[in-house]
């Protein structure tokens, strides 16, 4: 085999073309001992993008805790597991598709389903449930109503022909996404423990067995696209978008399994970002291994496709297995059943060297470290002056509206508030016979484990506008918002996974972000026992635009997994019937500080975000998983965007039965009814009967509490008399307004 011979001239002053600093470049270099060819720099560009290498943010996730009982796989492989009792684990993880999205938005976020769910197989995990965290600019903008059908019409495509439901998720519109929209997809597996596979290469003399769909152009470079700013060439760079086809991953996913249980392979990877590339080396590394691969035999499905295309394209629908010695046949044999292209493009070897052939030529030989030890870099982050000036904004001056119930309709209207119904209702959420929650009936999605009593709830939430004025707070509070949803339903919180998305991390202001978001994530996580399981880096999600730079509101969004021990006993957001005593578990809160009530209302994105004690979030999650599990509540729902008033109209709303509240507080009624106060939980109890019970089971766990009033009559209606004001808007009022907003948006 003839031997790789060193490029003439030095690729360094194109090291950009391939996603190289220069620096990184020498530094290549320095380490392989020779100038590399354009292949070997393509390929160390991608591994050491952002989107592979994470450069810029390992360094920060040394605070995270990933480890406790509950934790069966953490950090380091396609996705975290959970255990959530009698041999029963939950795959789970969250990652984006954001920069694809931006420029072909129903490719970008099919293919993000697409690409999730394969992690999750990749576990041995039967994919059971889809969420989706969604960011888009301003509703009224023809580039977002674009961006929103194209990406909801791309995760309904995807997710219902391959049969998984889409169950939950979260949208948000804020102008700062207006040109780069975010699509967090998060996916949910059930496997035994027995069955949990790992992606890892075995041992030296193992055959490399390449499965699926055939390898095109699509996709090709889509690493280094998404670890780059977008600007206005951003369309020609749709070459780097994939294209989805749901029916040979529904092939994929059942031959995977079956190879899985049937005990025939040791190793499993998919093929994502990087797409060969990635998935051989990170396999090779964890085993501690070397390979080599013939690239001429790896299926294509267009002519003259040269080495650089066959290992960075990013098309869809493939995996490698690696299977036991001795089983190959066995394999070939199951897969040849689901007509897949199987094919030995290669072998394990002894030494730890990542070798490419192509017609009989090396043309590739790097070590497998360096790949997948990408540099690391630690940045000096400098909050900016405009944030610290926005969040000391003194707000007392604010005048409080004269018309309350206008200020409730408004809020209700508004889209990251309004029903989310027009979005889930074009999805399939009900195939498997899992789902037990549907979509916007309760803060958290749950799913039954067929033949055991247990449920799994899953969430995903973020408050962008809290981490834009507040990094550290924001992304704590996120957290929490998480396992406050769980507990609303009845779940005990196990454990995260976190999508992280910023913008340029080279901006100090932006590196800051990242920084403060992480330790706040990882302190919640400690507070609440929620480790962080894995998850996903989007950086440079900001757009260039005549010399100046938006960036998104930093977005740090998280998936958590939660277990019902009995599934029986879960509640739901809407009230269930007339003359129920209301009761607010948590502090009544006084300000409307960071509040989307303050943006709406009053134009202003400003102010202190709310304090947020960690541990009476995690007495108040105690609290009303007390009182479900007791039998005295089927009726919870948390308090989060648009404050209390909102809260108690939405509950209102899906029981379609109205309630009487009064609010004795000295606070300013604005912020009594539409301040965002972090921990706060309202309940409807079953039986009047029962109050003395539950303010016994409240005052022994030391949850703070507030009777409001009780259900019945057909408006809501809101007293303060030490402000003397009041509100009461009727039901069909309140449901126009909250009914309407999307179905506009999706026309």
Known sequence: MTQIQPPTPSLRSR?????????????????IGREPNALEAAIVGAMWSEHCG???????????????????????????????????GVA?????????????????????????LRDIFAMGARPFAVLDSLRFGDPDSPRTRHLVNGVVEGISHYGNAIGVPTVGGEVTFHPSYQEN??????????????????????????????????????????????????????QADRPAVQVGDPFMEKLLLEATLEAIESGVVAGVQDMGAAGLVSSTCEMAYRAGLGLTMRLDDVPTRESGMVPMELCLSESQERMILVPVPGRE??????????????????????HQNYRLTWRNELVCDLPVDLLNEAPKYTREGVESPEIIAARGRDLSGIPVPDDLGDVLLKLLSHPTIASKRPIFERYDCQVMTNTVVLPGAADAAVMRVKGTSLGVAATSDCNPRFVQLDPYTGAAAAVAEAARNLACVGATPLAITDNLNYGNPHRPEVYYQMQRGVQGIADACRALNTPVTGGNVSLYNQYVEEGRTVAIHPTPTIGMVGVLPDISKRATLGIKAAGQ????????????GASQYLETVHG?????????????????????????RAGLTETAHDCAEGGLSVTLAEMAMAGNIGLDVVLESNARADALLFGEAHSRIVVAITDPANTDDVESILAGLNVPFTRLGETGGNTVSISLPRQNVSLSVNLSDLSAAYDEPLRGVLG
């Open 15 to 31: 090291a950009g073309t391939f996603g190289l600093s220069e620096g990184e470049y020498d530094l290549l270099v320095s380490k």
């Open 54 to 88: 994470y450069k810029n943010s390992r360094p920060l996730f040394s605070v995270f805790p990933t480890s406790g009982p509950q934790v069966l796989q953490g950090p380091g492989e396609n996705a975290g597991v959970v255990d959530i009792g009698e041999g029963w």
């Open 92 to 116: 789970f993880k969250m990652e984006s598709h954001n920069h694809p999205s931006a420029v072909e938005p129903f490719q970008g976020a099919a293919t993000g389903v697409g690409g999730i």
């Open 181 to 234: 929209p975010l699509v967090n997809v998060m996916a949910l597996g059930l496997l035994r423990h027995e069955d949990l596979a790992k992606g890892t290469m075995g041992e030296v003399g193992n055959v490399i067995i390449y499965v699926g769909s055939k390898t095109g152009r699509d996709g090709l470079g889509g690493a280094v696209f998404a670890s780059a700013d977008l600007s206005d060439a951003s």
């Open 329 to 350: 046949q066995e394999l070939y044999d199951l897969l040849e059943k689901w007509e897949l292209d199987v094919v030995n493009i290669g072998q394990v070897e002894a």
């Open 581 to 592: 005593p209301l009761y607010l578990l948590g502090d009544i809160g006084d300000s409307i």
């Open 604 to 628: 202003l994105e400003a102010g202190q975000v709310p304090p947020l004690d960690l541990y009476l979030a995690g007495r108040v999650n105690d609290g009303v998983l007390a009182l479900i």
